[in-house]
């Protein structure tokens, strides 16, 4: 693996809640002891259904949310244990694109101001004609007209305004980006332009990408290694996109992607059993209840994330044998 920029140890989060009004209080575990490396220079994608964490995982590793438990190293340097005000200053390196482009920008602020916001947050001051050339050039960047810098969000598209969430995250000139599922409420079309801008902004500004999707067959496609999360807990790393899936999860969820080509189209295996309850998850395998390879083992003891030879985790009792 190449120089890790961002590590992550035993990472979890707990969340609190009642069983209704008068009832017990309840605790969620939403990420559950996470162990991640992130390569410099590559895009690491995490994957998995809604509410397996994903979104929580992300926002630990820019510590927009403390964590439970565990650390997150970014360069060496132990987030949990920073000053508001050094962390700030850091986060001039490391800055995220959020889910939905249509809450992510201030609706009062123009798309000039929106962009200059992060400088004002970091309390750098620009001339005003040196801030509307770094205005007009993120504008280039990202492929829109300059002239919409002077328009508001409500008059922009969807992969406008997308697109504006990527340039803002840009004008400090971070050298780590979180993509929070950049393309999930886009068009398909619209989708494949925001993939094609965020390669060519990697290879030109030379940025680490974690990439979050429900999208396997997306991630496989546009990221360097692949990890699968299950209701908080990584149950497979694949250190390469073409790698064979081994874990029945990430099996059952390649199949489930919609292929183009008839010819190259399988018979969908669905799933059966129900999802565990976040909140009373049992003994072994979270899976085991949905798995058709799950054995009395599986329902009583937890699996390890073990590696094999190739830098290919699993934890699973049972795993797919590579082809």
Do not use: W
Not at 82 to 87: C, G, H, I, K, N
Request: overall charge positive; aromatic content about 6%.
């Amino acid at each position: 693996m190449a120089d890790v920029l961002v590590s992550l140890r035993y990472l979890s989060r707990d969340f609190h809640s009642r069983a209704g009004l008068f009832g017990e209080r309840r605790v969620l575990r939403a990420v559950n002891d996470v162990s991640l490396d992130i390569a410099t220079g590559q895009v690491t994608g995490v994957v998995g259904e809604s509410g397996c964490g994903k979104s929580t995982l992300a926002r630990l590793v820019l510590r927009l949310l403390d964590a439970s438990g565990g650390k997150v190293m970014f360069d060496g340097i132990d987030l949990g244990s920073l000053p508001a005000r050094r962390l700030r200053k850091l986060r001039q390196r490391m800055q995220m694109v959020f889910q939905d482009p249509y809450s992510a920008i201030d609706p009062r602020y123009s798309i000039r101001e929106a962009l200059l916001e992060p400088l004002q947050v970091q309390g750098i001051r620009l001339a005003r004609g040196e801030a509307a050339a770094k205005v007009d050039r993120l504008m280039d960047v990202v492929g829109l007209s300059r002239k919409m810098a002077e328009a508001y969000p409500h008059q922009l598209s969807g992969g406008q305004k997308q697109r504006i969430g990527i340039a803002r995250a840009l004008i400090l000139q971070p050298s780590f980006l979180v993509l929070d599922e950049p393309t999930a409420s886009l068009d398909v079309s619209i989708q494949a332009q925001v993939i094609n801008l965020l390669e060519g902004l990697k290879t030109e500004y030379g940025l680490t990408y974690l990439f979050i999707s429900h999208d396997l067959g997306l991630v496989r496609y546009f990221c360097d290694r692949v990890v699968v999360m299950y209701l908080g807990r990584i149950v497979e790393t694949m250190p390469a996109k073409n790698a064979a899936p081994r874990h029945p999860y990430t099996r059952a969820l390649l199949d489930s992607n919609f292929e183009p080509d008839p010819a190259k189209r399988r018979v969908v295996t669905r799933l059966s059993g129900e999802i565990p309850s976040a909140f009373d998850l049992p003994p072994g395998c979270a899976f085991a209840a949905r798995c058709p390879r799950a054995s009395e083992l599986c329902r009583h003891e937890r699996p390890e994330l073990i590696a094999s030879a190739n830098d290919h985790s699993t934890a699973c009792h049972h795993p797919i044998d590579q082809q």
